[in-house]
């Protein structure tokens, strides 16, 4: 009879632990959400364009740990993320934020500057280690995202989320601040499925609100096939652009590239049912 192998436990995915549970968040601070490849550094990276031309103080937070946020909004990509800047490492312990370091002063001080104004908060990228060499500004990041309720002159801005992909990070504690989740969802059963698992997870016990934008849309029938796959209608499309494609070979964001392209166009049109919804609030 052969040896029952027990399995060690599990580590904790992040060494910051966070119950799932509402917490306060200003209008319009956003988290956009999907399967990777469905389009959601594009539309997060262009969002917050649009929101800065038409006004905001926008705050672009890019949590996920492949490239693409920055991109999008036409800024640089930084060779090590600014929060390393902020945290110090204690002879046993992990990474923290500095004392006295608030979630606003980190704000000012520890993000880097974007096209219109933004300001861009980086978690940092994966490299052939993963996150290792970027763990105290992954520790640093988690800290701040989960005290942004406390810095109420933050209220006033806009915030706009790149999340990683998948529902994974939302059930981490990666994106409390987001009252409204835009989940961006190709014509794929993969993506749909995703998309599901998110939207359950944000109206959940995350208590947030949700939008569904179905993205690379050629056709209505993709779109229905889109809801169709999530057993709900979408509340947005985002079709299909060689604009994206083009931009990406100039290295240059597509709102910078093609301004009036149909993308661009179409996020401007998803910006205004944003601001009109929480306007209205629920």
Do not use: C
């Not at 319009?28 to 262009?46: C, D, F």
């Not at 499925?193 to 569904?212: C, E, K, S």
């Not at 509340?235 to 590239?257: G, K, M, Q, Y």
């Amino acid at each position: 009879m052969s040896a029952v192998v027990t399995p060690s436990p599990k580590p904790a995915l992040w060494p910051v632990d966070m119950p799932l549970q509402p917490r306060p968040t200003a209008p319009l601070w956003i988290g956009v959400a999907g399967k990777g490849g469905s389009g959601k550094s594009v539309l997060s990276g262009t969002l917050a364009r649009v929101l800065a031309r038409r006004g905001h103080r926008v705050l672009a937070i890019d949590s996920d740990p492949m490239p693409g946020m920055a991109h999008s909004l036409g800024a640089g990509e930084p060779e090590t993320p600014k929060l390393m800047q902020a945290v110090e490492k204690p002879e046993k312990g992990p990474w923290r934020l500095k004392a006295g370091l608030g979630p606003m002063t980190v704000v000012r001080r520890y993000t880097t500057p974007a096209p219109d104004g933004i300001r861009l908060m980086q978690l940092g990228k994966a490299d052939k280690d993963g996150l290792n060499s970027v763990q105290g500004s992954v520790n640093a990041y988690l800290e701040t995202v989960r005290r942004l309720h406390e810095a109420k002159a933050l209220y006033e801005w806009a915030i706009v989320g790149d999340l990683p992909a998948g529902p994974r990070h939302l059930a981490a504690g990666f994106s409390p601040y987001a009252g409204l989740y835009v989940v961006v969802v190709e014509p794929t059963s993969q993506s749909a499925m995703t998309g599901r698992r998110v939207a359950r997870l944000a109206r959940g016990p995350l208590g947030a609100d949700v939008i569904f934008v179905a993205s690379k849309i050629g056709d209505p029938e993709q779109r229905r096939r889109v809801e169709r796959l999530l057993g709900e209608p979408v509340d947005f499309e985002i079709p299909a652009d060689r604009a994206v494609l083009d931009a990406e070979r100039r290295l240059v964001a597509v709102f910078d590239a093609a301004p009036d392209s149909p993308i661009v166009r179409a996020v401007e049109r998803l910006a205004d049912t944003i601001e009109q919804r929480t306007q209205e609030g629920p």
